[in-house]
């Protein structure tokens, strides 16, 4: 079972900054290594020729690498007992040899159903400064 993380609500502010998660130099090993965990075996994310034949300069990782990517930056944060809402956006590919820094903010402090939460914004990057992933959740604190 995931131990409950404890983040003080009192201690949160609105504008708050998640500490950033990095995955550098991601590679097509990475990429496969999901693929399997996954069981998406789709060839666009492991097949030279497929992906090429696609009009796709090379493999491309799965949105839902990138989107577990964002989710370990925000559990770390917030603690995977208390998410509540979590939503992802694929805005572009992410290639072997990227380097991904997902983060995020606080952006509400409010209580609702007797819990104190948070909401928040959250993103993935790459080396380039292109968006990779945009996001939000929520999370219960107490």
Request: glycine fraction near 10%; hydrophobic fraction near 35%.
């Amino acid at each position: 079972m995931a131990e409950r993380r404890k983040l003080d609500y009192a201690a949160v502010r609105e504008g708050d900054e998640l500490p950033k998660f990095e995955v550098k130099n991601l590679t097509r090993t990475d990429i496969v290594r999901y693929a399997g965990a996954s069981g998406d075996f789709n060839p666009i994310h492991h097949d030279q020729t497929f992906a090429s034949g696609a009009g796709y300069p090379t493999v491309f990782a799965h949105g839902m690498l990138n989107a577990g990517f964002v989710s370990k930056c925000l559990t770390d944060y917030v603690g995977r007992p208390n998410l509540r809402k979590f939503s992802v956006n694929f805005r572009t590919q992410v290639w072997p040899g990227d380097t991904i820094t997902c983060g995020g903010k606080v952006t509400r402090k409010f209580e609702e159903r007797g819990e104190q939460c948070i909401e928040g914004e959250l993103f993935a990057v790459n080396q380039r400064g292109e968006v990779a992933i945009t996001g939000s959740f929520v999370a219960a604190l107490s």
